[in-house]
């Protein structure tokens, strides 16, 4: 096989360490930029560009309106009482970041070259064999980022790794095709069994993600479904028979629930976006407990 262009350059906002909850093992978890999907419960909405982004902290500005000033390509005014940087607008170059006199501008995300990113992967290999863990590529949406993805794993198969990848599918078969090549274990994201309801929640339809699930399981890979009950989306019982039954027509006899959190809301106040979950209250695994026997009873081994 070719070896991996590790002077390749990719956007990532996030790189974790010791993860337990994202593969087999002690993982290190590389977070990339850009998604092609807008889920309205997104727990990682600055992850959804590809591109660099500047966020503003309105706990630390002081309303001096430099940023507005100094921005050299327009990007930043007023939104009310609020700070607005328009994304489309920016070009990252950071100078309204370097001039905040209160430092309540930050930049999320930065770009790193393949070997850049293994370099750090590499720092805990010890773990890795210990525990059976390794590299898993998240974001975002690493199909996003498509050849960047692909070097990056062809480069840790190069070291010896464990791969694994968190990803919705969402991308033309051959370019799933080709990035998972490299990957050993696959945690599959499901949003909903019904297209135009996938639709509503995510801005797309499900066909692609069906599509490419079922490739990877009857290519061999380990394939985890897993799916975020998110309420009035998918927490009736009846989507859990409808997600059950998906998962049984794909060829899947296994899925984990992720009950839906907070833990992203104040990111969209960041980025002066708005969040239609706000107030919402959490799930807790006490609360889906005749969600999960329906998938007990359909065959399926569903656990949180």
């Known amino acids: 096989m070719e070896r991996a262009d590790r002077t390749l350059t990719g956007t990532i906002f996030n790189i974790q360490k010791f993860s337990v909850n994202d593969g087999p093992g002690i993982r290190t978890v590389v977070f990339l930029k850009g998604c092609p999907l807008r889920c309205k419960w997104c727990a990682n909405p600055e992850s959804q560009l590809t591109k660099v982004q500047v966020l503003w902290d309105h706990k630390k500005c002081i309303h001096c309106h430099h940023c ?69 590529l998240s974001g975002g949406e690493m199909l996003a980022q498509p050849a960047f993805s692909t070097e990056l794993l062809k480069a840790a198969k190069e070291e010896g790794l464990h791969t694994c990848c968190e990803t919705t599918g969402f991308a033309n078969p051959e370019v799933f095709q080709k990035v998972i090549e490299n990957i050993d274990y696959i945690l599959f994201d499901m949003k909903h069994w019904n297209p135009e309801r996938h639709k509503e929640g995510t801005g797309v339809i499900n066909a692609l993600p069906v599509e490419n699930m079922k490739y990877a399981i009857s290519t061999g890979k380990e394939v985890l479904a897993r799916i975020p009950v998110i309420p ?73």
């Not at 050299?72 to 609020?82: F, I, K, R």
């Open 68 to 136: 507005i000033e100094t921005c050299p390509a327009g990007a930043v005014s007023l939104n009310g009482d609020n700070i607005h940087i328009d994304h489309l607008k920016c070009i990252s170059c950071k100078k309204c970041v370097m001039e905040c006199p209160a430092k309540a501008l930050q930049t999320e995300g930065e770009t790193k070259t393949v070997q850049e990113v293994i370099d750090v992967v590499m720092q805990d290999e010890v773990f890795y064999e210990e525990s059976g863990g390794g590299i898993t």
């Open 232 to 304: 009035g989306f998918n927490d009736s019982l009846s989507d859990a028979e409808g997600l059950a039954k998906l998962l049984k027509e794909i060829g899947t006899a296994q899925c984990q629930l992720l009950p839906f959190h907070q833990f992203g809301e104040n990111k969209y106040a960041l980025l002066d976006q708005e969040y239609a979950y706000h107030n919402m209250n959490a799930l807790h695994k006490e609360d889906l407990t005749e969600y999960l026997q329906v998938f007990l009873d359909q065959g399926i081994k569903a656990y949180f």
